[in-house]
């Protein structure tokens, strides 16, 4: 097993949704030497130790990982970037503008959808600051509040983990009972964390609408694809249009928090203020309100589960990303080419392995990917997404809601019958096959960033990477 040392502070705290996973006692992943924490002289996030797969075969201080590819993509966009153009603090690729801007009024296509609303009419100052944690004390929190007790879904008194991640709680992840999956892979029945149908790719991206999340919408409607897209509360006010678009194109949309919080963190009220508040802006943007989220980090206890399956009539059904096993998802790791903690060549590799993995399960998959930064938006629309849609066998390609084979009126409280789709809340949890501790290992193991330690740092560094592109629009 190959180690990946972890990169200097300014590198880790940019470090994003895969890197609360905790070492594994009895796993075959070691911790690495702390070498480069020495360099930047600070200590406290790195040297965690993160274990790599074969996908992963080299090691280096900042960027880790290779350089090089060490495949042939089945297709890649001719319009591209070179792939070692795309690194850290890239700007080069233009925004571009919205192919279209809906209008207030239009018909969704979603079958019976309420008309799209005005999204001119969006008042920042109605909703909280952007990127910072909702109050706690307003109408709406207290409606949020009593929806949740009303639920009747009981709410566990697991006490909120510490900023750190798995290494910074070991009496959490020593508690199987949570299912705490960042830590052991651990799932409930309620949660999504793959396709049912072989080959079919369940296609997320999260963390936008950004200034490139308009490039990357192009490259789909070209292609004819669809997305689910894990929309921040918080980008939803600032780019209130391109929300829209995703929504009239027929991309899934859902809820990924207001302001990127690790969601085990905080008291069942924060969870709650993240969460409401980030439904309520894509209702008053596209009119309809999600039935499902995924953790920032998937950072996710029976705590955060059952208050997101508590959240309003319909609830808030989490959607992981696939596993082979406890160390090692289906991620691409491409959000950490922008901080320089890894390399565009990396993400490729990760990507070829995820689809050899990919090609092994029985099930279909889920990967992360993000729309918020150009490296991002880069990689998908230039390398993964054609090398995608070139690979033989085909893979079938479609939002999370579709790759369950339901219809994409499921995904709203306003459009789904229940037919197919019942609300998250009625009755559907049964833990038998989410034993505690147990793992939904159905498949995949690629990237190598598994196991790094996260910190208070990178959580506010992951703030301010958001709120540095709040600012820098207006
Ligand atoms: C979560 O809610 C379900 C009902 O939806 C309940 O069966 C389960 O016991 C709850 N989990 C915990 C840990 O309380
Ligand atoms: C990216 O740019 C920021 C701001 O200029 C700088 O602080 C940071 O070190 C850069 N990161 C990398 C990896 O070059
Ligand atoms: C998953 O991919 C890795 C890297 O290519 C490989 O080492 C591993 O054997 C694969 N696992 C399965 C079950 O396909
Ligand atoms: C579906 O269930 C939700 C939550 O219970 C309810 O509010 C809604 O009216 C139901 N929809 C239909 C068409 O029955």
């Known amino acids: 097993m190959k180690l990946l040392v972890i990169a200097s502070l300014s590198a880790a705290v940019v470090a994003h949704d895969v890197h609360l996973n905790a070492r594994q006692s009895g796993s ?17 996030v790195s040297g965690t130790g993160a274990a790599t797969s074969a996908a992963t075969s080299a090691a280096a201080a900042t960027p880790s990982g290779l350089t090089t590819l060490t495949f042939t993509p089945a297709s890649t966009n001719p319009t591209a970037f ?35 609303p005005d999204a001119a009419a969006i008042a920042p100052a109605s909703y909280p600051s952007m990127d910072t944690r909702p109050p706690l004390n307003s109408p709406e929190m207290d409606q949020w509040r009593q929806e949740v007790q009303n639920s009747g879904v009981p709410i566990p008194s697991i006490s909120p983990t510490v900023a750190g991640g798995c290494p910074t709680n070991p009496q959490a992840v020593a508690d199987n009972s949570r299912c705490w999956w960042t830590c052991s892979g651990c799932t409930r029945d309620t949660d999504i964390s793959d396709c049912p149908d072989k080959l079919t790719w369940g296609l997320t991206y999260d963390d936008g609408p950004s200034f490139y999340t308009p490039n990357l919408l192009n490259y789909l409607d070209e292609q004819k694809l669809s997305a689910t897209f894990f929309v921040v509360g ?4 600032q780019f209130p249009h391109t929300l829209q678009e995703e929504y009239m194109k027929g991309h899934q949309i859902a809820v990924h928090t207001w302001s990127h919080p690790a969601l085990t ?70 959000f950490d080419v922008h ?16 689809m050899g993995n990919a090609s092994s399960r029985d099930s279909g998959f889920i990967v992360l990917e993000h729309d918020l930064f150009e490296e991002t938006v880069e990689l998908a629309t230039g390398y993964i997404l054609p090398d995608a849609l070139a690979r033989n066998p085909p893979l079938k390609i479609e939002p999370v809601i579709q790759c369950l084979n339901k219809p994409m009126s499921d995904a709203y409280i306003e459009t789904n019958d229940n037919s197919t789709n019942p609300p998250a809340a009625s009755g559907v949890v049964t833990l038998s096959s989410g034993a505690p501790g147990s793992v939904q290992a159905t498949g995949e193991a690629t990237n190598g960033n598994g196991a790094m330690g996260l910190s208070s740092p990178s959580l506010l560094m992951v703030a301010s990477a958001l709120a540095f592109l709040a600012v820098s629009q207006l």
């Open 234 to 237: 918080s980008r939803g006010v």
């Open 339 to 354: 901080g320089g903690l890894t390399t565009s060549q990396q993400v490729m590799n990760n990507w070829n392995a995820i």
């Open 82 to 116: 070179p792939l070692e153009s795309i690194t850290a603090n890239q700007s080069s690729m233009p925004t571009i503008p919205l192919a279209s801007t809906p209008a207030a009024g239009e018909t969704p296509p979603v079958s019976l959808a309420p008309p799209l």
């Open 28 to 44: 075959s992943s070691t911790a690495t030497a702390p070498s480069s924490a020495s360099r930047s002289g600070t200590s406290s």
């Open 265 to 334: 963190t905080l008291s069942n009220d924060e969870i709650i203020a993240e969460l409401g508040w980030t439904k309520k802006i894509i209702k008053d943007v596209t009119g309809v309100t999600p039935n499902m989220m995924r953790p920032p980090f998937g950072d996710i206890d029976d705590r955060v589960r059952n208050i997101s399956i508590a959240m309003g009539k319909s609830g808030l059904t989490p959607v992981m990303w696939s596993r082979m096993d406890a160390l090692h998802t289906f991620d691409t790791d491409d």
